[in-house]
């Protein structure tokens, strides 16, 4: 599928244009704020090709689309104006509100830069690595100019944070962006470094040095976006252009570097601090719960909470002794993933979990823990357990990182310090824990998929070699009242494409299945949502209510049947409730397969249109009535 086209049925089934408050995307999902989530159509987007997961988590509507995030977020920047922020947009829902809202803002704020601070990491790290063995040195011009390009995100990072939180708040950027420029205005800059006596009209002012700072900017956009909002409804449409931001810089660069700038630098440092402290008291121990924890953070969002600390003791304190042990567990569920690929007899689920392994070793583990780890169970558990051993190993070892990025194999420069201290041991963490990980998958093991699918097949084979090599002609009778539709416009493509045999579908009225014959129910599932009826001549009936029903997990369907009853022709076998299945965002369509046409030269469809329950549905022909005669 085409960016493009994914892109279109992401905007229409997320409920369209304008139920879209925001988008920003991080390295694999898509991060949606809707007006109104009822409005989306979370079970259609699951099933949708190019999506692997879709989560609810901080306020957000996330549609994980992996790698390719970027173009699709381009694509529907190209076909609608939710990426436009001069748009007129619809009142906004009420904003999440506890750690659901906390959440919410900061991925907003920061999802937008995490790929340009891993690259700008990624370069800063090689260069601690060319000067630490000698390759380059760093009073030589080249170094100085790499330099510049690695750490200029860094210094100004109070300017790109003021553009995301202005456009998270919904204020005007570019004065959130002059409002940054002044805390790192070179003759703010020098009165801090020459410690110079400073107030405004007489107020002490307390100077801190705001490069790569987060909080306090984001601060003062926060308060300066309410401010504005204010302004705005207040004067007169004639001046509010110029003095709404007039106020706003007199205002806010004052009160920022007198109050949010010191306040917002203190809370940062205690934070880090703690976690410093933590890390200190027991390395091992710290490591091992980072290591555990960190993907379980990743999947509730609530991961971002710790993102700022991150950058924060880069900044303060040029290392961070926190987010290695979190590289643990990005290569614990790579060890997974590829635990699952070496023991799975699935070979789509092959194929899956070795493109997931290959993704995951840089960084991106979406695709190896929703679809493939976490669906499976055991697998995560294994990866949780291969994290925690490997970030006690890390933890113990005392790496730091001294750049921000995204742990994978590309960004272990980063962790390269002076003399390379520390380093050895990251190595060996993330070794043994993807080691472990592949191991205890491996020895675990997990319900493939592929193993109920032999067992299906077998058993139909022995069945076809015990009654349908002498299949007669047959009648089947309409199980299911309703509207007669083409097989072919099943919206699942193992019933549409005939690949699952030939038959018919039905749009139910009523939610009753009958028998279709005089015989045996050979198949009854557990979730209630399918079964299968032999014939006493050998025709072998599918019916299947709905498409993806399995995912109900028996809600809405009630069996009067067990695998082994004896059935007559119209017979009630199940009943099911459309309205709650149609509410629950799944379709109720019905294919009624002929599992064993092969045996058959004809399967002609009797009815169209409107169909009634025990009306002649299918005709199936053996060809053998000549040789009879």
Same mark, same amino acid.
């Given at each position: 599928?085409?960016?493009?086209?994914?892109?279109?049925?992401?905007?229409? *089934?997320?409920?369209?244009?304008?139920?879209?408050?925001?988008?920003?995307?991080?390295?694999?999902?898509?991060?949606?704020?809707?007006?109104?989530?009822?409005?989306?159509?979370?079970?259609? *987007?699951?099933?949708?090709?190019?999506?692997?997961?879709?989560?609810?988590?901080?306020?957000?509507?996330?549609?994980?689309?992996?790698?390719?995030?970027?173009?699709?977020?381009?694509? &529907?920047?190209?076909?609608?104006?939710?990426?436009?922020?001069?748009?007129?947009?619809?009142?906004?829902?009420?904003? @999440?509100?506890? *750690? +659901?809202?906390?959440?919410?803002?900061?991925?907003?704020?920061?999802?937008?830069?995490?790929?340009?601070?891993?690259?700008?990491?990624?370069?800063?790290?090689?260069?601690?690595?060319?000067?630490?063995?000698?390759?380059?040195?760093?009073?030589?011009?080249?170094?100085?100019?790499?330099?510049?390009?690695?750490?200029? %995100? /860094?210094?100004?990072?109070?300017?790109?944070?003021?553009?995301?939180?202005?456009?998270? /708040?919904?204020?005007?950027?570019?004065?959130?962006?002059?409002?940054?420029?002044?805390?790192?205005?070179?003759?703010?800059?020098? *009165?801090?470094?020459?410690?110079?006596?400073?107030?405004?009209?007489? &107020?002490?002012?307390?100077?801190?040095?705001?490069?790569?700072?987060?909080?306090?900017?984001?601060?003062?956009?926060?308060?300066?976006?309410?401010?504005?909002?204010?302004?705005?409804?207040?004067?007169?449409?004639?001046?509010?252009?110029?003095?709404?931001?007039?106020?706003?810089?007199?205002?806010?660069?004052?009160?920022?570097?007198?109050?949010?700038?010191?306040?917002?630098?203190?809370?940062?440092?205690?934070?880090?601090?703690?976690?410093?402290?933590?890390?200190?008291?027991?390395?091992?121990?710290?490591?091992?719960?980072?290591? @555990?924890?960190?993907?379980?953070?990743?999947? /509730? +969002?609530?991961?971002?909470?710790?993102?700022?600390?991150?950058?924060?003791?880069?900044?303060?304190?040029?290392?961070?002794?926190?987010?290695?042990?979190?590289?643990?567990?990005?290569?614990?569920?790579?060890?997974?993933?590829?635990?699952?690929?070496?023991?799975?007899?699935?070979?789509?689920?092959?194929?899956?979990?070795?493109?997931?392994?290959?993704?995951?070793?840089?960084?991106?583990?979406?695709?190896?823990?929703?679809?493939?780890?976490?669906? %499976?169970?055991?697998?995560?558990?294994?990866?949780?357990?291969?994290?925690?051993?490997?970030?006690?190993?890390?933890?113990?070892?005392?790496?730091?990182?001294?750049?921000?990025? @995204?742990?994978?194999?590309?960004?272990?420069? &980063?962790?390269?310090?002076?003399?390379?201290?520390?380093?050895?041991?990251?190595?060996?963490?993330?070794?043994?824990?993807?080691?472990?990980?592949?191991?205890?998958?491996?020895?675990?093991?997990?319900?493939?998929?592929?193993?109920?699918?032999?067992?299906?097949?077998?058993?139909?084979?022995?069945?076809?070699?015990?009654?349908?090599?002498?299949?007669?002609?047959?009648?089947?009778?309409?199980?299911?009242?309703?509207?007669?539709?083409?097989?072919?416009?099943?919206?699942?493509?193992?019933?549409?494409?005939?690949?699952?045999?030939?038959? &018919?579908?039905?749009?139910?009225?009523?939610?009753?299945?009958?028998?279709? /014959?005089?015989?045996?129910?050979?198949?009854?599932?557990?979730?209630?949502?399918?079964?299968?009826?032999?014939?006493?001549?050998?025709?072998?009936?599918?019916?299947?209510?709905?498409?993806?029903?399995?995912?109900?997990?028996?809600?809405?369907?009630?069996?009067?049947?067990?695998?082994?009853?004896?059935?007559?022709?119209?017979?009630?076998?199940?009943?099911?409730?459309?309205?709650?299945?149609?509410?629950?965002?799944?379709?109720?369509?019905?294919?009624?397969?002929?599992?064993?046409?092969?045996?058959?030269?004809?399967?002609?469809?009797?009815?169209?249109?409107?169909?009634?329950?025990?009306?002649?549905?299918?005709?199936?022909?053996?060809?053998?009535?000549?040789?009879?005669?």
């Amino acid at each position: 599928m085409s960016q493009e086209k994914l892109a279109k049925e992401i905007v229409e *089934l997320v409920g369209g244009e304008k139920n879209v408050e925001s988008l920003v995307h991080c390295a694999t999902r898509l991060r949606f704020v809707l007006k109104d989530d009822a409005k989306a159509d979370k079970a259609k *987007l699951e099933k949708t090709e190019g999506i692997i997961a879709v989560k609810e988590n901080g306020g957000q509507f996330q549609v994980v689309v992996g790698n390719k995030v970027p173009e699709v977020y381009s694509a &529907i920047g190209q076909i609608s104006n939710i990426l436009d922020d001069s748009s007129d947009k619809e009142k906004p829902r009420k904003a @999440a509100k506890g *750690l +659901g809202g906390i959440i919410d803002i900061i991925s907003s704020i920061f999802a937008p830069l995490l790929g340009v601070m891993a690259g700008a990491g990624i370069l800063k790290g090689l260069l601690l690595i060319a000067s630490n063995i000698g390759w380059l040195e760093t009073t030589e011009t080249t170094y100085t100019i790499l330099y510049a390009a690695a750490d200029s %995100l /860094f210094y100004f990072l109070p300017l790109l944070l003021a553009v995301t939180t202005a456009r998270k /708040f919904q204020g005007n950027m570019f004065v959130a962006m002059t409002i940054a420029g002044a805390l790192i205005y070179p003759s703010i800059v020098t *009165l801090k470094s020459e410690g110079t006596p400073t107030d405004f009209f007489g &107020i002490p002012v307390i100077l801190m040095n705001y490069s790569s700072t987060v909080i306090p900017i984001i601060l003062a956009v926060i308060v300066m976006s309410k401010l504005e909002k204010f302004f705005n409804k207040t004067l007169h449409d004639s001046v509010k252009n110029f003095v709404t931001p007039l106020f706003l810089l007199v205002i806010m660069v004052p009160l920022t570097l007198l109050v949010f700038g010191p306040f917002g630098v203190y809370v940062g440092n205690g934070i880090a601090a703690g976690l410093v402290a933590a890390f200190g008291f027991s390395p091992l121990l710290a490591g091992a719960v980072m290591g @555990a924890s960190w993907q379980l953070l990743v999947i /509730f +969002g609530i991961h971002w909470g710790l993102i700022p600390v991150f950058i924060n003791n880069v900044a303060v304190y040029g290392q961070d002794g926190v987010k290695p042990a979190a590289t643990a567990s990005i290569f614990a569920q790579t060890g997974a993933a590829f635990g699952v690929m070496l023991k799975t007899k699935n070979k789509k689920l092959k194929t899956l979990a070795g493109s997931s392994t290959l993704t995951a070793l840089f960084g991106i583990t979406e695709p190896a823990i929703y679809g493939v780890t976490l669906p %499976l169970k055991r697998p995560f558990i294994a990866g949780v357990i291969g994290g925690a051993v490997g970030g006690a190993i890390i933890g113990q070892a005392g790496t730091l990182a001294f750049a921000s990025g @995204a742990p994978g194999l590309l960004t272990l420069p &980063i962790f390269y310090g002076p003399g390379g201290q520390g380093f050895p041991g990251l190595i060996l963490g993330i070794v043994v824990s993807f080691v472990v990980s592949a191991v205890l998958t491996y020895i675990m093991g997990f319900k493939d998929p592929v193993e109920e699918e032999i067992k299906t097949e077998s058993t139909t084979s022995d069945q076809q070699s015990v009654r349908a090599t002498n299949a007669s002609d047959e009648n089947v009778f309409s199980p299911i009242e309703g509207t007669i539709v083409e097989l072919s416009e099943v919206p699942d493509p193992a019933f549409a494409s005939g690949a699952m045999g030939k038959g &018919i579908a039905i749009e139910p009225a009523v939610g009753r299945v009958v028998a279709p /014959f005089d015989g045996t129910v050979t198949v009854a599932f557990k979730k209630k949502h399918a079964l299968a009826v032999v014939s006493d001549t050998g025709a072998e009936i599918l019916v299947h209510v709905g498409v993806d029903t399995v995912k109900l997990d028996g809600q809405h369907f009630v069996s009067h049947i067990k695998e082994g009853d004896r059935v007559q022709a119209g017979d009630l076998l199940l009943e099911f409730d459309i309205a709650q299945i149609k509410a629950a965002g799944y379709h109720t369509v019905t294919p009624i397969i002929v599992t064993n046409s092969a045996n058959y030269e004809e399967v002609i469809p009797q009815a169209t249109g409107q169909v009634h329950s025990q009306e002649l549905l299918l005709k199936l022909s053996s060809g053998n009535d000549q040789e009879q005669k």
